[in-house]
């Protein structure tokens, strides 16, 4: 059974920076997709940035530039740094596994509990 723990989420000013991590354990990280979605309130669920099998990211337009995705396959953890970050960006994040590489969250069958990301004005 694949787990995940998201940590780092907080609150920051707006135009801060912030690192979430995810550690994954229970399968061969390696082998599948990994990615970061959030959803703030009343909102549906989004993909904000992923990275597929072959380390390749792709982001959500709304973050390119500001949000890097990267991996340690050493340490099993996936991460997102968030640089600049906007009011809009206040959501609960979650990191996901699945074997599809899109941003959609359709297709991810794994999900951690989420950490939250506060962002004022």
């Known amino acids: 059974q694949v787990q995940l723990m998201e940590s780092g989420g907080g609150s920051v000013q707006s135009g801060g920076s912030l690192r979430l991590s995810c550690a994954v354990s229970g399968h061969s990280y390696s082998s599948r997709c990994m990615g970061w979605f959030r959803q703030a309130p009343g909102k549906q669920r989004e993909g904000v940035a992923i990275?597929?099998?072959?380390?390749?990211?792709t982001y959500a337009d709304s973050v390119r530039g500001r949000f890097t995705i990267s991996q340690d396959n050493a340490k099993n953890t996936l991460y997102l740094h968030m640089n600049n970050l906007k009011p809009d960006d206040t959501a609960m994040y979650y990191c996901a596994a699945g074997r599809v590489a899109w941003l959609r969250p359709v297709g991810y069958n794994n999900w951690g509990q989420g950490t939250q990301v506060t962002v004022s004005s």
């Open positions: 990275i597929d099998r072959d380390g390749i990211p």
